[in-house]
C-alpha cells in the first residue's frame, strides 16, 4: 500500500468511494435497490450519491428483492453493470432462483455467449440484536454455486480495491459487508487501486498457529493473536478475502509452515466455509499437521434477539485465544 | 425478422403485396416450427435426444405473429417449450437439433440442450426452465434499452403456469412504475403440465396486469394475423416510451407436456384434442385463409411443405452426424 496521500477513513466511506470511482469511470454502472437514492440505505453507505449521480443511475426499487435482482441480471447481459443493494444478508434466501439458477447459470448454460457482469452488495453478521432475521451470515450459500463470485473484505482498504475489481469484473459477483464494520476506520489511499479477487491477504505473520479468518472474524483472530503473543505463542492470521475463487495455495503454505490452524468465519460451522477451508487445509497440508485443523463459526441456532443469547452465538477473541491455546499445547 | 429456412423466391415475392409476402413468411416459419417439432418427436421417440422434449405444436402462431413483429435486434426470453420461440427469431434448424442432441456445434455448444437455447446473434437471451425465470431477465433488458437510449423491445414468453410465480408480479409492477419497453406474452394452452389452469387460476388472467396499469390485450392465439397485428401494436408502445403490456394469447398444446406423456385422458378428453387438431389448427387456419383469399395456391403451399420437410431433414442429418463436444469441455464457460 503507497503511503503517500493515505487517509483514515471509514468502512463505509471506502465503499462509497469505490461506487463513486466507478460511477465515474464507467457510465453503465448504476445501483438498485431499496431505499438506495435519497435515504442512502439504512447504513447510510450511499449517502451524497443521487446528488452526484442522479435517479437514472440510484434506482429506488419496491420491496421486490427477486424482482429486482432478476432485472439486474436481464440488464447485466444487455450491456450495463448493476450493482444490486440487498438491505440485509438475510433477504438473500428472496434473490436465491434469481442468482443460483439464472445470474450463475447464464454464462455457461449458454455455451459461454452471454455474460452477467453484476455485483449485489448485501450484509452479514450478527450482534446489532436484530433477532434471527437481520443477523445471519449466509455467504456460504452463495460460494456453494459454481458460476459466483464471493467478496468478504474485512478492512477499508480491501472494501475499496476489491469492490472495484468485483465492478469490473464480468461475473456475477456477491459482496458481502459486515454491518458492525461499517464506522471502523482504516488507511485508504487516495490514489486508484484495485485488489484482484482469489488472492489472500496475511493480516499478521506468526510461526506457531495459522488462524484463518474471513470478514468480522479477522479483527477477532487479530485480538486473539495478540493474546496468544502474551503466552508465547507466535499467531499468523490469513484472511482469504474472497471464498470463490479461494486461495488455496497461501492458506495451505501457513499450515504448512505453522503446522496447526484453526479456521474461523460468522456463518454456521456446519456444511459452511470454515468447513470447506478446513478440509482444503487438511487435503494440503495433512503430512505437516501436529494437530486437526479446528472450526469456529456460528452457534448452529437461529440468532436470538436478547443480548446475552446473541452474544454466545458469535466467536470472541477469547474463544479463539482458548482453543489456539489448547492446540498449541499450552496451559 | 428473419426467416428460419432458406431464401424465397425472389421472383415470387416480387408478385406479392407487402402484405401477401407477410402472411406467406408467417406461413412457412409456423410450419418450419411444426416441422421441426416433428423432428423431434422422432429424435425423441427414437432415443436419439437425451433429456426432455416439450412440443410446442399447436401454439406456433404465437411466436410466429409476435416474432415477426420485432426487428432482430429486440429481445426474446423463452420457455422449457421453447423451440418455437428461438426459431420464430432466427435461430436456425441445424444449430438447434446440434443443440438438442448434445453436440458442439449447438447454439450454446451442448451445454443448455433444449430448453436452454441462447443466441446474442438474434437477441434471444435465452429459454430458461424455471416457469417464469426469465421474466426478471426480460424486464431489465427492457431497462437497459432504455437506460441505454434504443428503442430495442423486450419480449417475455411464458405460459399460463407462470401466472403462479409472485416474481412476474414484481416484474410488471416495476415496468409500469418506470415505463419499461416490455411485452409479457402470456400463452395459455389451458394446462399448467397435468392439470388444468381454471384448478390453478383464481380470478381473471389479464386483470393481473390491469391491477398495476399495465395494458393488456387479448388474443385468438390461433390466428396468427391476429397475434401480429396486435403485437405490432404494442411494440409500437412500447418503442414510443408508453410502456409495458401483457397480451394473452388464448392457444392450445397438441401434444402432451412433454413427449413421454401419452395417457392424458386424466386430465383432458381425446374429443377436446381433436377439436383443437381439425378446427383450431393455426396452420391450417392460415392456409384455409391464404388459398381462400388468393394469396397462395395449394400448389404453392405444397411446395414450401416439401422444401421445410427436406430441409429439416437435412438439419437433423447435420447434428447426426456432429460431433459430441469432449469430456474436457465440461469446465470451460463456467467464468466468463
Known sequence: MPDTN???????????????????????????????????????????????????????????????????????????????DIMFGDFITLTMDQMANQAAKVHYMSGGKWRVPMVMRTTLGAARRSAAQHSQSLHAWFSHVPGLKVVLPSTPYDAKGLLKTAIR????????????????????????????????????????????????????????????????????VIDPRTTWPLDEKTLVDSAKKTSRAIVIDEGYGRYGVTAEIAAVIAEGAFHYLDAPVKRMGALHVPIPFSPPLEDVTVTTERSVFDVARALCNRS | ?????????????????????????????????????????????RALMPGLAHLYVGEEAVAVGVCEALQNDDYITSTH??????????????????ELLGKEAGYCKGKGGSMHIADPAT??????????????????????????????????????GALGQGVLYEEMNMAQLWKLPVIYVCENNSYTEYT???????????????????????????????VHDVTAKLVERAR???????????TYRLHGHHVG???????????????????RDPIKLLSNWLVANKHADAATLDKVHAELKSEMQKAVEFAIAAPYPTADKASEDVYA
Open chain 1, 6 to 84: 493515505t487517509r483514515e477513513i471509514t468502512f463505509a466511506e471506502a465503499v462509497r468511494e469505490a461506487l463513486a470511482e466507478e460511477m465515474r469511470r464507467d457510465s453503465r454502472v448504476f445501483i438498485l435497490g431499496e431505499d438506495v437514492a435519497e435515504a442512502g440505505t439504512p447504513f447510510k453507505v450511499l449517502s451524497g450519491l443521487v446528488e452526484e449521480f442522479g435517479t437514472k443511475r440510484l434506482v429506488d426499487t419496491p420491496i421486490s428483492e427477486a424482482g429486482f435482482t432478476g432485472l439486474a441480471v436481464g440488464a447485466a447481459m444487455t450491456g450495463l453493470r448493476p450493482v444490486v
Open chain 1, 169 to 236: 469484473d464480468e461475473n456475477p459477483v456477491v459482496f458481502f459487508e459486515d454491518k458492525m464494520m461499517f464506522k471502523m476506520k482504516g488507511p485508504v489511499p487516495a490514489e486508484e487501486y484495485t485488489i484482484p479477487l482469489g488472492v489472500a491477504d496475511v493480516k499478521r505473520e506468526g510461526d506457531d498457529i495459522t488462524l484463518v479468518a474471513t470478514s468480522s472474524m479477522v479483527q477477532v483472530a487479530l485480538g486473539a493473536a495478540a493474546l496468544l503473543e502474551e503466552i508465547g505463542v507466535s499467531a499468523e
Open chain 2, 1 to 45: 425478422m428473419s426467416t428460419v429456412t432458406g431464401q424465397p423466391n425472389p421472383k415470387a415475392e416480387t408478385k406479392l403485396s407487402p402484405d401477401a409476402a407477410k402472411w406467406l413468411r408467417m406461413y412457412r416459419q409456423m410450419l418450419a416450427i411444426r416441422l421441426f417439432e416433428e423432428q423431434v418427436n422422432e429424435l425423441y421417440t
Open chain 2, 81 to 98: 417449450r421453447g423451440h418455437g420461440h428461438c426459431l420464430a427469431k432466427g435461430a436456425s434448424p441445424n444449430r438447434m437439433f446440434a
Open chain 2, 123 to 160: 437477441g434471444n437471451l435465452g429459454a430458461n426452465a424455471i416457469v417464469a425465470g426469465s421474466v426478471g431477465i426480460a424486464t431489465g433488458a427492457a431497462f437497459s434499452s432504455k437506460y441505454r437510449g434504443t428503442t430495442q423491445v423486450a419480449v417475455c414468453f411464458f405460459g399460463e
Open chain 2, 196 to 226: 388444468h389452469c381454471s384448478e390453478t387460476t383464481a380470478g381473471d388472467m389479464v386483470a393481473r396486469a390491469t391491477a398495476f396499469g399495465v395494458h393488456a390485450e387479448t388474443v385468438d392465439g390461433q390466428d396468427v394475423r391476429a
Open chain 2, 240 to 250: 414510443r416510451g408508453d410502456g409495458p403490456a401483457f397480451l394473452l394469447c388464448n
Open chain 2, 261 to 279: 406423456d401419452i395417457s392424458r385422458e386424466y386430465y383432458r378428453s381425446k374429443q377436446e384434442e381433436r377439436l383443437w387438431a381439425t378446427e
